[in-house]
């Protein structure tokens, strides 16, 4: 069974790093809850940031049947 790629995710969260392929979210507040409060970062657009193909599902965003734990299931990772 063939998968495909992963889009670059949208946007990423300035504190915490979260990625997000909704457009809705980019300018808002991160949802990520970190040690039981909510981020406070917000979401900005990526469309600009580097990104590096998930090493671990090669992009797919799945490795067998598991959500990648590497990258969330993104498939991507900022570079750097
Ligand atoms: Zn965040
Ligand atoms: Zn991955």
Sequence with gaps: MLRSK???????????????DRHDFINNRCHQVVNGKRC?????????????????????GMVGTQVCGECAGFGWKLYG
């Excluded at 992963?6 to 997000?20: G, I």
């Excluded at 406070?40 to 797919?60: I, M, N, P, Q």
């Design 6 to 20: 992963k889009p670059k995710p949208l946007a990423v969260c300035n504190v915490c790093h979260a990625l997000t």
């Design 40 to 60: 406070y970062g917000t979401f900005r657009s990526a469309l600009t940031d580097l990104w590096d193909e998930c090493g671990s599902c090669h992009g797919v």
